[in-house]
């Protein structure tokens, strides 16, 4: 197995033939839709269905072209036909956002919609987001401008947020005298020599002096067009534009976030508790923030990797075991860690085929497997979401990690319920490693970003400005549980999310997820196997819906600080339980 995942079922090459005739395609299905508005003979009735049918061919061709040009950039970053044609795409979906902004307008102005959806059973399937549309008409560019203001994203913010990948896909690091990737580098941070954490960690630092200055510029490039672009949209914020997009209220971020804080100090006790039993005294220091500890440390290969998460998730769902064989069998899942290759891991669904391709940096720690997992988990939203239309799929951020933060539990749980004792104090600490991530970190990225958006209102900010914020955000967040002369200047460099243009607080969405996630699966331990089919209706309503109304189907309060507090005391539990036995 040469780990690498399959993209033939898109196209064979940039050189096929169905790859170049879809490409020279793409223009004329965005002109369908501009002649269907244009298009006088028209009643709405007409004009609106044929809207619907035309956006999902053209939805369906933009995701194959989409997906095999930036599936290849993601683990070939110096492919320079990939690079090409995704110049080419990128420009080609700006005219494609463009007639969407003009049937969003559309939309906004016919009187009789409510009519018109109860009389059509091609508008009833997307009736929401028809609805959706009609709201969001208040919130489009004024048509003289957008046009320039998508065409100079081009060389804005999509530029510096592809910049960014490629600093970072071609960034090597210089370990015990070799020239590694970055996201090998990176995953020694769970090796079980101290030694090796630590020089990786130094060497890693050390590393980002070659790249901080250009990064830097990306970073405040991607963030001030975010103000413009909420500026232009009409919205009082970054973080209120961001919002409106999740269909999330403010409630709901502020219940969960007052939550979040309450439990800090839980985390800090669980840090501390672990720094002790790695010998040190000062707090854990950011190094050893993913070590293994206990004596039951041991590492996977693929093989029994794949063969724990069919075990484990199978346990819940017999067809998700089968679900994973498939993905491995059908070489879905890019593994190992190479040059050119971005670093983190990420699912990406293919809704027209029904395939969804993962991307991880696999080496055999249990914190991979559970990469795995989690994404997995994507794959399997995705799949539950077969043979909606294209707008029904359209996940909102917080929901979106509800499936993979499910599978990491629920691979947790049952791994933790057979484990021999010895292995209970390594397979806790791995749990609370990943929780401590999308709490704790969350909440210090949450900071962060909201500290650089908030200071580009008046100037960029430099590299030791950008590094002083991290630091203080971590401060803020993980406390006396690090040891405040060894943490990571540097997170804002290396995490991916920071840098997406159009997608800003890339971060909180985790939290939630983490904390809905386990709110599900206590529903599932309450309930057992009869919750199966509840758990895939929620999955596949999660984009058919404000989020509130999403958990309130399985009887969740997202608005309710107490169901917030209740994920947390699982997590809580967790730490209590760790800190016992390290007290053994």
């Known amino acids: ?36 508005l244009e298009d006088k003979s028209l009643d709405d009735l007409a004009r609106l269905e044929k809207l619907v049918q035309a956006g999902e061919s053209l939805s369906a061709l933009a995701d194959r072209l989409g997906s095999f040009i930036f599936l290849t950039q993601a683990v070939d970053a110096e492919n320079e036909r990939a690079n090409l044609y995704g110049d080419k795409f990128s420009l080609l979906m700006n005219d494609a956002r463009l007639v969407d902004s003009d049937i969003t307008r559309y939309v906004g102005s016919v009187a009789n919609l409510e009519e018109l959806i109860t009389t059509s059973g091609v508008l009833q399937p997307v009736a929401f987001f028809l609805r959706e549309m009609a709201d969001n008409c208040r919130h489009t560019i004024a048509p003289e401008l957008e046009p320039w203001m998508l065409e100079m994203s081009l060389s804005g913010g999509h530029a510096f947020s592809q910049l960014r990948d490629k600093l970072d896909s071609t960034h090597t690091v210089e370990y015990r005298g070799q020239s590694l990737p970055l996201p090998a580098v990176r995953g020694m941070a769970y090796d079980p020599d101290a030694s090796v954490r630590k020089d990786a960690y130094e060497a890693e630092l050390a590393s980002y002096r070659k790249i901080e200055l250009p990064m830097s510029y990306c970073l ?44 800090l100090p839980h985390f800090r006790r669980y840090l501390r508790a672990k720094a002790r039993l790695l010998g040190h005294e000062n707090g854990l220091p950011f190094y050893d923030l993913f070590a293994p500890v206990g004596k039951a440390v041991r590492t996977y290969t693929i093989d029994e990797a794949k063969a724990k998460l069919m075990e484990e998730l199978g ?20 593994l190992y860690p190479r040059e050119g290759k971005t670093g983190g891991a990420f699912c990406s669904g293919v809704h027209y085929a029904d395939r969804s391709l993962v991307m991880t940096n696999f080496q055999g720690s249990f914190s991979d497997v559970s990469t795995i997992a989690h994404e997995l988990g994507h794959a399997w939203h995705n799949r539950c979401m077969a043979g909606l239309p294209y707008l029904a799929t359209d996940t909102p951020m917080p929901l979106a990690e509800t499936a993979s933060i499910f599978n990491e539990t629920i691979l947790a749980h049952q791994v933790l319920k057979t484990a021999a004792p010895e292995e209970q104090l390594t397979l806790l600490d791995a749990t609370l490693t990943e929780s401590t991530q999308t709490i704790v970190d969350i909440l210090s990225r949450y900071l962060f970003e909201t500290e650089v958006i908030d200071t580009r209102a008046d100037h960029a ?15 803020a967040t993980y406390g006396d549980g690090l040891d405040p002369e060894k943490r990571h200047p540097y997170m804002w460099a290396c995490k991916s999310h920071y840098y997406s243009s159009g997608l800003n607080f890339y971060n909180f969405p985790y939290a939630f997820g983490e904390l809905f996630g386990k709110g599900v699966f206590a529903l599932y331990l309450k309930e057992g196997s009869a919750f199966v089919p509840a758990y895939n209706r929620l999955l596949r309503s999660c984009g058919s819906a404000p989020v509130a109304e999403v958990a309130a189907s399985v009887g969740i309060d997202v608005r309710n600080r107490d169901f917030w507090r209740a994920s947390l005391e699982v997590i809580k539990d967790e730490i209590d339980r760790f800190c016992a036995l390290c007290e053994r």
């Open 315 to 334: 346990k819940f769902n017999p067809e998700m075991a089968v679900f994973v064989g498939h993905a491995f069998a059908n070489r879905w899942i890019d």
């Open 220 to 263: 405040n490039s991607v963030k001030q067009e975010a103000r413009t672009l909420a500026k232009a949209k009409h919205f009082d914020s970054v973080l209120d534009m961001t919002l409106h997009d999740s269909r999330m209220d403010r409630a709901t971020l502020d219940a969960m976030l007052g939550a979040m804080q309450e439990y």
């Open 1 to 36: 197995m040469d780990g690498k995942w399959d993209l033939s079922f898109l196209y064979t090459s940039f050189e096929d033939e169905a790859f170049l005739r879809d490409m020279a395609a793409l223009p004329g299905a965005i002109r369908t839709q501009r002649d269907i």
């Open 461 to 475: 900010m430099t590299v030791d400005e950008l590094k002083d914020a991290m630091l203080r955000a971590q401060d």
